[in-house]
């Protein structure tokens, strides 16, 4: 039976659970995950899919997993999942304390600054996770990704059709930015420092002559910074935070000067 009919399977019956062929599935899909071979989501020439499968099987590897102390003197830890090693062997360079649990996929020449990256994320080759930067369960960024200290991706296991944040190709993630409930970063996007988004957050183009609303998504090559709108409650007017696209990347230069010009030109913090 495939890997994921059996998944299925015991996700609609746990009693399923005791059996070792469907607990050896679960850390079969797992070991997939981890190497980069199963991915929680998938790109697509239409966009993204969400494999909901995968994120059973991790919702159930938690499930038949036992608690374990380790110790390194003088630390104490006390939890359920392992951690990833051999980074010289991925060629992965992982400073202390960088912090990767086994279940997350780190491709080569991605840089770990001390900074944590959750099970089922997908960290691409040539990325950097800088110090502090939290890299969310079942993320997926993309190749040739910054993501500046401070950093926030969020994560998502439940609900199981509910999408992972995803940032695409080439994005620089500028410090103490926070993205989460499945926003998507298209590719080479510049986000200021501080920026915030959520599903719900306004994403307004004030570049042109008349603005842009979108949520959940910022346009390949935008660069944006925090803002703010007007809004009406019972009790007045008050200022609420929106993001705001102020201009692009320049497609004739290439992505580092790109991103040096977008930082210069429009006056955003890193």
């Known amino acids: 039976m495939p890997l994921q009919a059996q998944i299925q399977e015991v996700w609609n019956n746990r009693e399923l659970v005791k059996d070792t062929h469907y607990t050896d599935a679960i850390k079969a899909v797992i070991e997939e995950v981890?190497?980069?071979?199963?991915?929680?989501?998938?790109?697509?020439?239409?966009?993204?899919?969400?494999?909901?499968?995968?994120?059973?099987?991790?919702?159930?590897?938690?499930?038949?997993?036992?608690?374990?102390?380790?110790?390194?003197?003088?630390?104490?830890?006390?939890?359920?999942?392992?951690?990833?090693?051999?980074?010289?062997?991925?060629?992965?360079?992982?400073?202390?304390?960088?912090?990767?649990?086994?279940?997350a996929y780190i491709a080569k020449n991605v840089v770990l600054m001390p900074s944590y990256v959750n099970i089922g994320a997908f960290v691409d080759e040539g990325s950097m996770v800088d110090t502090w930067a939290t890299v969310g369960s079942c993320a997926q960024i993309g190749k040739g990704v910054h993501l500046s200290g401070g950093v926030g991706i969020g994560g998502v296991l439940e609900p199981l059709q509910a999408s992972p944040v995803i940032i695409e190709d080439g994005c620089f993630i500028g410090s103490r930015c926070i993205v989460v409930e499945g926003v998507i970063v298209e590719k080479e996007a510049v986000l200021g420092a501080n920026v915030v988004l959520t599903q719900s957050t306004k994403i307004i183009d004030v570049s042109g002559s008349d603005p842009i609303e979108y949520k959940g998504r910022v346009p390949a090559r935008s660069v944006v910074i925090p803002g703010s709108y007007t809004k009406k409650f019972n009790a007045g007017d008050y200022q609420v935070s929106c993001a705001l696209i102020i201009g692009q990347r320049k497609a004739s230069t290439d992505l580092k000067t790109s991103l040096n010009d977008a930082l210069r030109d429009f006056n955003v913090s890193a």
């Open 34 to 103: 981890d190497k980069g071979r199963l991915r929680v989501a998938s790109p697509t020439n239409g966009g993204w899919i969400v494999n909901e499968w995968v994120k059973q099987a991790i919702l159930l590897y938690f499930g038949i997993q036992q608690m374990q102390t380790w110790t390194i003197p003088p630390f104490e830890f006390y939890d359920k999942m392992l951690l990833k090693s051999n980074y010289k062997e991925l060629g992965v360079r992982a400073v202390p304390h960088a912090v990767a649990r086994y279940g």
